[in-house]
């Protein structure tokens, strides 16, 4: 079984809050896991990654945290801003590593 | 830089009609793929190519045909187009293999409706 999984379809933060987006996930074998961000009307953009031997990967206002005994990882948006408002997709590479996979999107409102 | 180019960005097609969808990268990237995204779900994987000359199904492929004759071009086949096959397309592409930490960069994406 090869899963990623975002249980929130949805979520709504005030200008300068910290967002916090969730993904679980079935295969411990993944080796990376990826987070990409959609405008509409736009493809996906790639965001931020990191690699299974890591817990943490930042990347200015972007933290990734991985929790592998728990197979969850969480990215974080500090401080959120308008333009952060988008569709924000986990991925990880099928394990073929043919392709990625994706979870079903949070869409993610930050108010001004 | 281009990027991914898809044509065309919007369609609506009859049941029963065929048509092409077309995917094009300037990147020379070896893999590329095609995806459907319904809404509220994820995206899906339709058929991916990891050369020019080889290709391979994805998760949804009924319904659909690829070829993969030169690096650059990837297009998408629908045949006797169904109201199940009414989604947003994309497609995109990479350097190599996702299970080396590669991105993938998408095309702006069509948006196809089944009539």
């Known amino acids: 079984d090869q899963q990623v999984k975002q249980n929130s379809p949805s979520l709504s933060v005030q200008e300068g809050r910290i967002s916090i987006l969730n993904c679980d996930y079935t295969?411990?074998?993944?080796?990376?896991f990826l987070w990409y961000k959609k405008y509409p009307a736009e493809g996906p953009t790639f965001l931020i990654s990191i690699s299974s031997i890591k817990d943490k990967n930042e990347d200015g206002r972007f933290t990734v945290f991985l929790n592998k005994s728990a197979k969850h990882l969480s990215l974080h948006i500090v401080p959120s801003q308008p333009g952060d408002s988008a569709v924000y997709f986990c991925a990880a590479p099928n394990q073929a590593g043919t392709a990625l996979i994706f979870g079903k999107g949070t869409t993610l409102s930050v108010s001004s | 830089n281009a990027g991914v180019t898809q044509t065309p960005k919007f369609r609506i097609l009859k049941i029963g009609q065929s048509m092409t969808l077309q995917c094009t990268q300037d990147?020379?990237?070896?893999?590329m793929y095609w995806y459907r995204q319904d809404p509220g779900m994820g995206l899906k994987l339709i058929y991916y190519s990891v050369g020019a000359g080889i290709t391979d199904k994805g998760e949804v492929p009924n319904g659909y045909n690829v070829s993969r004759s030169t690096t650059e071009d990837f297009p998408l086949r629908l045949e006797l187009a169904a109201p199940s096959q009414t989604s947003v397309y994309f497609c995109?592409?990479?350097?190599?293999?996702?299970?080396?930490?590669?991105?993938?960069?998408f095309g702006s994406g069509t948006q196809l409706s089944v009539l």
């Open positions: 995109a592409s990479s350097y190599s293999s996702p299970m080396s930490n590669e991105k993938l960069f």
């Open positions: 295969n411990s074998m993944f080796d990376y």
């Open positions: 990147m020379n990237h070896n893999y």
